[in-house]
DNA sequence: CTGTTAGCGCTTTCAA
DNA sequence: TTGAAAGCGCTAACAG
């Protein structure tokens, strides 16, 4: 069942089967109408690998995450698929799980599709990834990191504002202890969410005490030793304190109900991201929020600009992040909490 | 860069150079050696589209969900995904939003794209669906609900199990007055689980009262509206409940604890598929596991028998569930919980 | 406005 | 063991 069997059937020629496929306004109405009746009656449905060879393009992007783990980037990938198909993309997606061989099959697998444009969400600038797409002029996206380039963009997040808005949230509350839980510091995302806290501290002149930075995993284990370590310290814990995302915060208010103190009458917790989970927590979770949804549709923006023009200047799109106020924040309280 | 320019290359025919790379035993060793030197050198990579077109077959899979919003499904995805990948297919997914134009497309576009077969993970038996792969003798798999025939096959989970396990740690903990919130029960999948939570009851010769049955939604809003009918009941609150999913029962545990009574002392919660949301909340939650890793295996299992052999019969595959003992159950209490 | 036809890159007979 | 050539279904340039 092709493009023969209605062209034949709608007594015309398979050009004109294919001009009215794509509204092309040089067919007749009257002949378009007849092909549309046969293509019903058939229920004939183009075959797409047939057009991408003849057209070269697949009309498939790619979507490049590390860490699926992370609850972060199933919204994203579903963020990013809907846009996609609203402008008739299909997406293959891929996570790397920080695995050079994984990432080479994934390449590989998105360059047999010959996809039109990638999407590359990692925490890390990937090189290898870098090098096999532009050297097939495949048009990419990055997040965070990474330089602009003919058909390379960026999105980029402005985690300086949310971190502001939360750091001066505490301060609002009397808070003078803020500490900080990071991601691995192995990867610049969670560097530039540290480096930004900092600065954050720097803008309210409130000390940046170097104790009171201390390195999680993006998880909640991390978040939970980290906050352990927080709790020992000999000049006391803080009164606040701000994970580097979702997870880490979940983490750290464990450790602290742990030990018997109270979130957050005794000590105030911010996370970072939003997550989904952040709402269902007891408490529901102050955090910052980074929407998924707009970081996808920057990504496809910027891929779709370098898909219509191909060879053009890549792109860069801000994306905004900002604090979300729930019930894990409290007024300092006005003896430092002590583990019980 | 393409076969062509590989044959001339590799001074060989391009039907070498294809046959090297499906690893044809009858290309001479020295010849096959070259040939992949060049491959190689150059940096090849077949054009999948190409490959399709001739071969016939795309070598990509479809996943249907219904409602991506709930946790059950990005959790399946990315199992179905990793198994699909492990045996060289790509998959597309989509979600149907119950909407039967979302629907639609979402066929169309699969069936544009070739797929080799599609796992439908709805909660309903959708006829659309069913015909128009049927017709294009495209095999499928559908989660619970259906009949086997050649080429459609079925993975039934085994709700009867886990619920019955939690129904006799409830007993064995002397909870008699045990209460189920039920899922939309327009769904069958819902309707599954309510009928396995009744005769769960029978079982341990507990006495199934309806009051103790409510509907909810299979989200967190539906399972606090819920639990707030149940506490209000003239005869008194049952000392236990379950509900038909995890969102459910974190919503049946947030409506408790507003009424100002404890979870697990007064009324113990159990939860069903154990979402990584599970282990997270306050107090953690004792539940049903469904394994979303089990459920993606065994559809991608069954859809491979069919792939295999065109025409053959489908399978039905079985999947376990499993009680999963947390934080959220306790022995009944001495006295009945009264809202405060 | 419509038809003819040469590819798109690969697989696969059939012949050698 | 290798090569030549006929498709796979569609698009687009060219001709009418």
Known sequence: MNIQDVAKRAKVSVATVSRTLHHDPRVRPETAERVWEVIRELN??????A??????RSQIVGLIVSDITNPFFPELVKGFEEVAIEHGYDVIAAST????ARTATCVQRMVERQVDGVAVMTSEFERSIYDQFISRDVPLVFLDVGQLAPGVSNVRVDYAHGLSQAVRHLRDLGHQRIAFISGPLGLESARVRHRDFLRALEQVELPACPDYVVEGDHRVDGGLHAMQRLLQLPGGPPTAVIGSNDLTAIGAIRAIRRAGIQVPEEISVIGHDDIELAGYIEPPLTTVRLSRTSVARAAFAALHTNLREKGAMG???PVATELVLRESTAAAPATLPVPH
């Not at 057009?51 to 070269?56: A, C, D, I, K, P």
């Not at 799980?97 to 050079?100: A, I, L, S, V, W």
Request: charged content about 15%.
């Open 51 to 56: 057009r991408s060879l003849s057209m070269g």
């Open 44 to 49: 004939y449905v183009p075959n797409s690998y």
């Open 315 to 317: 792109v860069e799109l």
């Open 97 to 100: 799980g920080y695995d050079p």
